[in-house]
């Protein structure tokens, strides 16, 4: 069965650079596409991107001049990196696994999420 | 970017009561919504995709209806695992885009 988990440091400061990894383990990582999503508190899930396991990604624009995402196949990892924090991108940082349907993308496997707070 | 709006963003039911749950997108995105629950301290979780398909393992009193712009999640007959708080998500264009969320409480 497929699972992500997340690791991450939990803590990081205002100004400085999120960085988090996904592992994938029991399953294949192609036809999928690989995403980030995050939820603040009290505000609705956010989407912050895919990579797609070629190094393709498409990022919310919102958040485009800040994120890097990318993929290591020889790992089955995927990566988020979240420039310049400040207390706003405090949130539980979800990776996921969505594939394609007849109209769209579903989001059909998350991972447990990781609590990343922003602060000095 | 879609704007989602769901209504309404919590409501009270008993066990056994049927439950709609409605969301609106602010153009027509045909079929692609899908809808989540998500409980306490948890990952959500697909229950609806296209916005009527089921997915595999979902209870069949979860049912998904509506196209262009307006959806809704209904539950048949609520049940104890079902109070929790449902989703919806367009897929129509990038960026992908979440309402605001609807609590189930238990009356």
């Known amino acids: 069965q497929v699972q992500l988990q997340e690791s991450g440091p939990g803590l990081v400061k205002p100004s400085e650079t999120l960085s988090l990894a996904c592992s994938i383990s029991?399953?294949?990582?192609?036809?999928?596409?690989w995403s980030w999503i995050r939820q603040s508190p009290g505000k609705r899930l956010e989407w912050i991107g895919y990579?797609?396991?070629?190094?393709?990604?498409n990022y919310n624009p919102s958040l485009k001049s800040r994120v890097d995402m990318s993929f290591d196949t020889s790992k089955d990892e995927f990566f988020l990196n979240l420039r310049s924090v400040t207390a706003a991108d405090t949130a539980v940082y979800y990776c996921?696994?969505?594939?394609?349907?007849?109209?769209?993308?579903?989001?059909?496997?998350w991972g447990r999420g990781t609590l990343i707070t922003v602060s000095s | 970017d879609i704007q989602m709006t769901q209504s309404p963003s919590s409501l009270s039911a008993s066990v056994g009561d049927r439950v709609t749950i409605a969301c609106r997108a602010s153009?027509?995105?045909?079929?692609?919504l899908n809808w989540y629950q998500q409980k306490p301290g948890k990952a959500p979780k697909v229950l609806i995709y296209?916005?009527?398909a089921l997915q595999t393992g979902v209870p069949s009193r979860f049912t998904g209806s509506g196209s262009g712009a307006e959806f809704a999640l209904t539950i048949s007959s609520l049940q104890v695992e079902d109070f929790a708080t449902y989703h919806c998500?367009?897929?129509?264009?990038?960026?992908?885009?979440f309402g605001g969320g609807t609590q189930v409480e238990m009356k």
């Open positions: 998500q367009q897929s129509y264009s990038f960026p992908l885009t």
């Open positions: 153009q027509n995105i045909s079929s692609h």
């Open positions: 296209d916005a009527t």
């Open positions: 029991g399953g294949s990582f192609t036809f999928y596409y």
């Open positions: 990579v797609y396991y070629g190094g393709n990604t």
């Open positions: 996921a696994r969505a594939r394609p349907t007849e109209y769209g993308d579903m989001i059909d496997l």
